[in-house]
């Protein structure tokens, strides 16, 4: 949570909300373990809770200062619809122009098309280098900014030896053979980032993860535990704090959201046994890892090292995918099994975090923002720490 967010519930705990309590599902600590997690504001449907009669804890973001009811400036978000259902890990997901979405399975490496008004799930396409172990896979998905004229998708891929970004064109349901234009991104068991993104400059965003080893994390020319900038073609972005290297950002453990506010990069990120983070990503700035674990204070400060905007306990996030909409920004929880929201200011300011639909769906992953302005939201119960439901694993439709 902020800084100041200790102080700003205590100003409004008569709008805090219901205390609930449920029992998370056995999984690997890295992306979830059993705990007993808190918080929850709506229900499935979006509808709002009563007031609770019981003073809330101080995990719980009480701060209600934007309005309330369903439609309302800070509403809760509702539950409008199921876009796809019986999917296995879905991990990245992506739109086209016309509005069909791309979606990633981590564990299957199939990239997946959906189409038309009724979201028709088509495979375009296996990918064959992609060799699934672990929190690795096929990852993250981005679609060129000039896919009109290139016909051009982004992939990370977690292969025998590396992880790497590739792109191919996309014809229709057709996907022609991917091309790497960025290899040897260090791939492990957990902790292989996986996220891309482009920003409004027209480049792409990678985030990385130290696999384990988190000295890497620290090491400027090592690509793991990075947020690297490259332009399509794969080489390092003008501007970039080493001209010769495609490193952004340095000391991230576990990088799996990113996000921008207009020209601002978010990113989430995973953390050890205490703290998760949302940070606000600058050129060259070391984000503290393995030194620190979520705000490091004066002491980090002092030694150049940032301090994220945002933390969570890890019982209560595990943040994965990342989004922007209608003044906030959305979190999908592993671990925490809920939706996280964000208010941010400007473009650079976080605050007041609430949390929705705990529980309701078991482990919530990707989150993007569709061309409607409504937000899908993918589950990850099948992806070897979770409980399936029936229909799992899902695309969500959730009105913001």
Known sequence: MSRSGSRRRSRHLALAAVLVLVTGTTACLEEGSTSTVTLIETTATGTPLPVPTEVPTDQESADDTEGKGKGGKGGPPELVGTIATDLEAPWGLAFLPDGDALVTERDTARLLRLTGPDHEVVEVATIETAAPEGEGGLLGVAVSPTYDEDGLVYL????????????????????????????GIPNGFIHDGGQLTFGPDGLLY???????????????????????????????????????SPVFSLGHRNVQGL????????????????????NLVRSG??????????????AARQQGYVD??????????????LAYAKGHLWLGALKGQRLWRVE?????????????????HGRLRGVALAPDGTLWVTTSNRDGRGTPAPGDDKILQVQP
């Open 285 to 298: 700035k070391d984000y503290g890892w393995p030194a620190f674990e979520g705000e490091g204070g004066k």
């Open 206 to 244: 990678v985030s990385t993860g130290e696999i384990g080893e988190p000295d890497r994390a620290a090491d400027p020319d090592d690509l793991g535990g990075k947020i690297l900038r490259i332009t399509p073609d794969g080489d390092p972005a003008k501007g970039n704090p080493d001209p010769d």
């Open 344 to 360: 941010v200011k400007g473009s650079k300011k976080a605050q007041k975090p609430r949390a929705f639909f705990l529980g309701d």
């Open 156 to 183: 990370y891929v977690t292969t025998a030896t590396d992880n790497r970004v590739v792109r191919a064109v996309l014809d229709g349901d057709t996907l022609g053979e991917p091309e790497p234009i960025l290899t």
């Open 259 to 278: 996000a921008f506010v207009r020209n601002q990069l978010w990113a989430s990120e995973f953390g050890a046994d205490t703290f998760d983070e949302l």
């Open 308 to 321: 994220p905007e945002i933390t969570w306990d890890t019982d209560d996030a595990s943040p994965s995918g």
